[in-house]
Structures are given as C-alpha cells and as structure tokens.
Nanobody
Framework: QVQLVESGGGLVQAGGSLRLSCAAS????????VGWFRQAPGKEREFVAA????????FVADSVKGRFTISRDNNKNTVYLQMNSLKPEDTALYYCAATYRGTRSYNMYSGYDYWGQGTQVTVSS
C-alpha cells in the first residue's frame, strides 16, 4: 500500500503562484508514475501533470503548459506541482495520484491506483 498526502492549497489572486506537495509513504519502491489531477465543481476530474517515479519524463496538460511544473524530491519521496500565473479557471480540488502498473496511462484517471484526499486551490479574479 501507498499513502499520499497533499498540502499547499489555498486562496490566491489571479497571476499568483502556489506550490502543492504530495508526500508519499509506504511501498513507494513499487511505484512507476505519479500525477496530479484536478476537479472543479460540476466537472469531471481532469489530468494536470505526471512524471515517471524515476524522474525521467514529465508531462503537463495543454491547459497548464508553460505555467505548471511537476517535480520530485527523491530524498523526501515528495512530488511537487509548482503553479505560476494562476487563473480563476484553475480553481479546483487538486489530487495527487500514483500507480505501480506502468506509465502508459499517465494522463488517465483509470491509470492510477492510489489517491490523496485532495487540496483546494481557489484563484480569485
């Protein structure tokens, strides 16, 4: 089992920045990829960013490309989502997710086995 705990959400004005953290514990050696998803009220959960647990590859959704960056601190088993130039449409509950089943479905909700509880990001205009 793997446990994921997100932190770092909050209220920020448009144009501001936040850094979300996802602390992983448990059988992290079995993980192959980790990702961030978000869900706004009344909308489906959508892919934001992902990376191989090894750190070799990173991916971000077109909607956040150039503004969001995913990274990992290997020593702390923590994954970060740096969010810059935030927009009101970025407002959502952000979830960290991880999987041991490979990297092929990194941008799909169904491709992940473990989920955190979510952290709220609210961007005011």
């Amino acid at each position: 089992q793997v446990q994921l705990v997100e932190s770092g959400g909050g209220l920020v004005q448009a144009g501001g920045s936040l850094r979300l953290s996802c602390a992983a514990s448990g059988r992290t050696f079995s993980l192959t990829s980790v990702g961030w998803f978000r869900q706004a009220p009344g909308k489906e959960r959508e892919f934001v960013a992902a990376m191989w647990w090894s750190g070799y590859n990173t991916f971000v959704a077109d909607s956040v490309k150039g503004r969001f960056t995913i990274s990992r601190d290997n020593n702390k088993n923590t994954v970060y989502l740096q969010m810059n130039s935030l927009k009101p449409e970025d407002t959502a509950l952000y979830y960290c997710a991880a999987t041991y089943r490979g990297t092929r479905s990194y941008n799909m909700y169904s491709g992940y086995d473990y989920w955190g509880q979510g952290t709220q990001v609210t961007v005011s205009s």
